[in-house]
């Protein structure tokens, strides 16, 4: 008998030659926050099922893997996959991912959070396996309904922006943080309508979004850009922004108008392009000679989408210079400057304006970018990308300063997804996910830089843009849906063969014939020797033992003696070697099943 390591039931073993396989559980719990493990000595490892005995008659690897489970440790699972295999001298491991049904009743297995583990992840036994499971499970839990979930919470972002919608002097539009009835601001209006048109222009008749344009053609200041009315910090100014102009020429771009049908959008464009600086960088504000990357990136963007190909270029190539040695951007340049840390925010803002101006997802800059985003992404933190801010002053006459505020996780998982990552990607999956616990109750969404209570447009609209992205990016390439049924029925009999290589390993070896095979071989050493006399007998050299000449009885006896050993050892040695070559021939091609 064998015990299982870890189960209460011992595992019968099959006789002399059998080989040993083990099937070690990577085991969740329902939701996925915790993990069943034996905590030993500072160690956590796995459960562990021990297969031995005749072939399981062709049953998938996930039946086998229920019944040994509720077999040796009592324990009721479902089986996920596979995660990997290897064969060590007679003992086959694999290492299976399993939820749990039910609260295991065994005191020795421990269910240990998430979080924890990560913190003990040394102690693991298989720390890559745990976080390919813990993926797993929250796809195969999340995906069925993932995508009408994100249509849901576009929707009801909506509705609770149509809700909070002010109207000041005639002009329809919203305020920073959706409270006042009576008052709108420029960037938060070209916001809110951003938000709105991101969930289909369809949806919204032509009326309704030409009042809120005309609400943003009325706040244009006469040199064609656009100010932040309420949202700046010591004193107001009517200086056009940078950013509050982006903002303006995207919602008219999301509408549908262009400068040859709207003088607004030619006007802000022509701004847009005297603001660039020499070095192809913008500031926030005309006063401010810093090129500023947040600014930059917005400008190139804007000016790419509308066909600003040259001045976009320059932007591009001072964004390139701006790169932080890590992969990322910080909210200044890090040419000279060694302070300047990278953020996820203003990295991000920086891939959607270089993939929008044309940059391959292939060259290094953008590549960098995305690993410095997937490097920073933590699952632990509500918010998984930190955000950020940043204060510049746009008029110093009146002391205002502008303190842009970033609501980073929407804006990273958008950048991600347009340099060519989805849903499939777990880091994608868990932000994804996390975005959507952000959600308030009612619609609406709020950042970690402002109040509990404070639901701001831009985090509204961030989200908003972040998930239609992350759905518009899953949609794109329709191939794992049509494959679909193809890669099930491959799944299908992947998960049988592999029920049949445990049961094949599991079988004992059969006991080798040693008597039969020694028999034969001394049957032909004997034939061999006899046909070597006959042959000497014919050459004469037997009858030269018989010679009066001492020399030729010599040479003749050495003869006959090599001949007859050589002829006893001959057959021996050439079983030996068809046997080893036969066995070396066996193991190659067990070794080439599993893959």
Not at 207 to 221: E, S
Not at 250 to 264: I, K, M, Q, V
Not at 333 to 356: H, N
Not at 377 to 394: G, K, L, N
């Amino acid at each position: 008998m064998i015990a299982s390591e870890t189960g209460r039931r011992p595992v019968p073993t099959s006789g002399p030659g059998a080989r040993t396989v083990q099937l070690d559980l990577v085991l969740l719990d329902e939701d996925g926050e915790n993990v069943a493990v034996h905590d030993r000595y500072g160690r956590l490892t796995c459960p562990r099922l021990t297969v031995a005995g005749p072939p399981p008659d062709g049953r998938e690897l996930g039946t086998l893997v229920r019944e040994l489970a509720a077999g040796q440790l009592d324990l009721d699972v479902d089986h996920l996959g596979l995660l990997a295999a290897e064969e060590t001298g007679p003992t086959v491991r694999l290492v299976v991912a399993a939820v749990l049904r039910a609260r295991p009743d065994d005191a020795r297995l421990r269910l240990l959070p998430v979080t924890d583990l990560r913190s003990r992840r040394r102690d693991l036994q298989y720390p890559a396996h745990f976080d390919t499971a813990r993926s797993w499970h929250q796809a195969a839990r999340n995906a069925p309904e993932l995508g009408r979930r994100i249509e849901r919470s576009l929707y009801g972002a909506v509705a609770f922006l149509e809700r909070r919608r002010a109207e000041e002097a005639g002009h329809w539009g919203w305020e920073q943080y959706l409270e006042q009835r009576d008052s709108i601001g420029t960037m938060s209006t070209a916001l809110g309508l951003l938000a709105c048109l991101h969930t289909g222009r369809d949806r919204y008749p032509g009326t309704w979004t030409d009042r809120m344009l005309q609400t943003l053609r009325d706040m244009q200041n006469p040199d064609g850009g656009w100010q932040i009315k309420w949202a700046l910090v010591g004193g107001t100014t009517d200086v056009s922004i940078t950013e509050s102009t982006c903002a303006c020429l995207w919602a008219f771009y999301e509408a549908g108008r262009g400068p040859g049908e709207d003088e607004a959008v030619r006007r802000g464009l022509q701004w847009l392009q005297e603001q660039q600086r020499p070095g192809g960088g913008w500031p926030s504000a005309a006063v401010d000679q810093r090129s500023l990357v947040f600014p930059t990136a917005s400008a190139v963007r804007i000016l790419a989408l509308y066909g600003y190909g040259e001045a976009a270029a320059r932007g591009v190539q001072w964004l390139r210079g701006a790169q932080c040695p890590d992969g990322g951007w910080g909210a200044t340049p890090a040419v000279g400057d060694e302070t300047v840390s990278s953020s996820p925010a203003y990295t991000a803002a920086t891939l959607l304006a270089l993939r929008r101006a044309g940059v391959p997802a292939s060259e290094r800059v953008v590549v960098a970018g995305c690993e410095y985003l997937l490097g920073s992404f933590s699952p632990d933190r509500a918010e998984p990308w930190e955000s950020t801010s940043f204060t510049s002053v746009v008029d110093a006459e009146r002391f205002a300063r502008m303190d842009f505020r970033h609501f980073a996780t929407p804006w990273a998982l958008a950048a991600l997804c347009e340099c060519g990552y989805d849903l499939s990607h777990p880091v994608i999956l868990t932000g994804t996910l996390q975005l959507l616990r952000l959600e308030r109750p009612g619609g609406g969404w709020r950042s970690t830089l402002t109040a509990p209570d404070i639901t701001p447009v831009w985090a509204v609209h961030g989200a908003v843009y972040g998930l239609r992205t992350v759905l518009d990016s899953s949609v794109r390439d329709l191939a794992p849906l049509v494959l679909a049924r193809h890669h099930e029925a491959e799944r299908r009999t992947l998960a049988r063969l592999s029920g049949e290589l445990v049961g094949r390993h599991a079988e004992p070896g059969r006991p080798p014939h040693v008597w039969r095979r020694r028999m034969t071989t001394v049957w032909l050493a004997l034939l061999t020797v006899a046909v070597a006399l006959l042959v000497l007998g014919q050459l004469g050299v037997l009858q030269a033992l018989q010679s009066d000449s001492g020399q030729d009885k010599i040479l003749a006896g050495l003869a006959t003696l090599v001949v007859t050993v050589g002829g006893a050892l001959v057959p021996s040695v050439l079983v030996e070697e068809y046997r080893i070559r036969r066995s070396r021939g066996r193991a190659g091609g067990d070794r080439e099943i599993p893959g």
